[in-house]
């Protein structure tokens, strides 16, 4: 696909139910970043991947948040026994190569989860 | 304290008058400046990278800046289409993760 997709694009879900959250980047690119928006608030840091190595976990909130990638494909983000608090948009972006200085992100459109 | 500051927080124009909007930042060695728009529900979407002081980019009525501490978006002519939130990211040496702002809601009245 011509830029980076997610799905589902909307989960509602029940508090204590485990949620999987689906990121296809952009072909090529080899750095895959999921961040948090939470309503009214700015783009929160969860997990960087370059290639399917996490390097950076260092945003994710607790453990029941975990993210696994497939080589230069496609990442999901499993979130455990969910709780209200982890209603947000989930925002995946994918860039060349994070190492790279020419590292502008792409975004996908987003998975909007609410947590009952 | 924020590495990366955004004002004003929400700006409300009329068609056709022009503005800018800040970002500040207090990262040592800056490796990328990033502008990103981002429209009510849906992902932020790429609008310029820079580099370094003196550096400026245009995209048709949006143009930026960079100094060593703080990089505008100047709007001129602003149309309502133009209307949507935008983010400034600053990504620091020796970092793989930009640290983004919270942004301005920029509003655009016909």
């Known amino acids: 696909g011509a830029g980076v997709s997610q799905s589902p694009s909307n989960k509602v879900t029940e508090k204590g139910k485990d949620v999987e959250l689906r990121c296809d980047p952009i072909?090529?690119?080899?750095?895959l970043y999921w961040y948090r928006q939470r309503l009214g608030q700015g783009l929160e840091f969860l997990i960087y991947?370059?290639?399917?190595?996490?390097?950076?976990k260092s945003g994710l909130p607790s453990d029941r948040f975990s993210a696994e990638r497939t080589g230069e494909s496609v990442s999901t983000l499993t979130i455990q026994r969910t709780q209200q608090e982890d209603s947000a948009v989930y925002l995946c972006?994918?860039?060349?190569?994070?190492?790279?200085?020419?590292?502008?992100?792409?975004f996908g459109p987003g998975t909007r989860l609410t947590v009952l | 304290e924020d590495q990366v500051t955004q004002s004003p927080e929400a700006l409300r124009l009329q068609e056709g008058e022009s503005s800018s909007l800040n970002c500040s930042y207090t990262?040592?060695?800056?490796?990328?400046l990033f502008w990103y728009r981002q429209d009510p529900g849906k992902g932020p979407e790429f609008l310029f990278t820079?580099?370094?002081a003196g550096e400026e980019k245009e995209k048709e009525r949006l143009k930026a800046t960079l100094t060593k501490k703080e990089s505008f978006l100047h709007i001129t002519a602003p149309k309502p289409e133009d209307s949507a939130t935008y983010l400034c990211?600053?990504?620091?040496?020796?970092?793989?993760?930009?640290?983004f702002g919270r942004g301005t809601s920029l509003i655009v009245h016909p």
């Open positions: 972006a994918s860039s060349l190569d994070g190492g790279s200085v020419y590292n502008e992100q792409f």
């Open positions: 072909s090529g690119h080899t750095a």
């Open positions: 991947f370059q290639g399917n190595s996490a390097p950076d």
């Open positions: 990262v040592s060695g800056l490796r990328g």
């Open positions: 820079l580099y370094s």
């Open positions: 990211a600053v990504r620091e040496g020796g970092s793989y993760i930009p640290t």
